[in-house]
């Protein structure tokens, strides 16, 4: 019992890093998206991932070609989902809304997979999960509010929002996809094939719409793009999904507003107000709460067998 307490605590620290890095990223992005086209960056970022994982891990996925060729689908789908779709659409969203929003939408991704896993994998949350989900959704929306409700329906058209609530719905079935298939292959050799598959599903786009150049104003963001949220963020969150399960681990999506706003004033020079702090409590409590009661429900199981 004292190892598998250890373990699921060694492993809330998984979503964490990959929500700040995906929170650096999108402040990263606003920032760029005067230099940058989405198409490029998002081209160049996997285009670098894949240079730099090549080396390493063209040998072992031919030696593995047989697993591969048994999953090829699920990473074809899991490509499309995570790589393209979700992260295509918040490049193309960054010229249409701030960073701010992004990360405020972002945390969006519990509730919905919630929703599909309910219908997909049959996973019904129990009471604790709920309130906890409610709690940090409610801190979720007076941050989008900004402590004035009327603003939630004063900001409903944007259409970089809109982008991003599709975006962050997409990759809410990447989440319960790699819960539900349960792939029996090593976590790099999925990211290396994914990438795979996210620069076959770019090339139409490069063709038709061309690619911007690299240059001192875009290649700082191109390389973080290729290094953090593209290698580092998705393996430790494939990783996480595996070890917590598609729901604990996307509630961790709930801190991705406060993360950017954190960065953002930083860097930015965004300015901090009291909505994000009391919001951004009402989350982090929320994440607690439902963290906190899947455990006992864990040592409960434990005790049970």
Request: aromatic share 16%; charged share 10%.
């Amino acid at each position: 019992m004292t190892q598998q307490y250890k373990t699921v605590f060694w492993a809330l620290g998984l979503p964490l890093l990959a929500v700040f890095i995906w929170s650096m990223n999108i402040t990263v992005t606003r920032y760029v998206a005067d230099y940058i086209s989405p198409v490029s960056i998002s081209f160049y970022r996997w285009l670098l991932a894949f240079v730099v994982l090549t080396p390493f891990m063209l040998g072992t996925v031919w030696r593995e070609r047989q697993l591969v060729f048994t999953h090829w689908k699920q990473l074809a789908v899991l490509g499309a989902f995570g790589m393209v779709l979700y992260q295509g659409l918040g490049y193309t969203a960054a010229h249409y809304t701030t960073a701010t929003n992004m990360g405020i939408i972002n945390a969006f991704i519990p509730v919905f997979t919630i929703f599909i896993s309910m219908f997909m994998l049959k996973d019904i949350p129990n009471r604790f999960a709920v309130v906890g989900s409610l709690l940090s959704f409610a801190g979720l929306l007076y941050v989008m509010a900004q402590g004035n409700w009327s603003n939630l329906i004063q900001s409903a058209g944007h259409l970089g929002d809109i982008m991003i609530v599709l975006a962050v719905f997409f990759y809410a079935f990447y989440g319960v996809f790699l819960k539900k298939w349960q792939l029996q292959i090593p976590l790099l050799i999925s990211l290396y094939v994914q990438i795979i598959f996210a620069l076959l599903y770019h090339l139409p786009f490069v063709i038709w719409l061309g690619l911007d150049a690299i240059n001192l104003q875009n290649i700082g963001s191109v390389v973080y793009a290729g290094i953090f949220p593209s290698l580092i963020a998705p393996l430790v969150w494939m990783l996480a999904v595996q070890m917590l399960g598609p729901n604990r681990t996307s509630i961790f999506m709930n801190l991705m507003p406060v993360c950017t706003a954190i960065i953002a004033k930083l860097w930015l020079g965004e300015a901090w107000t009291i909505y994000h702090s009391f919001g951004g409590l009402m989350i982090l409590l929320g994440i607690l709460l439902a963290q906190k009661k899947d455990r006992l429900s864990t040592r409960e199981k434990l005790n049970t067998n």
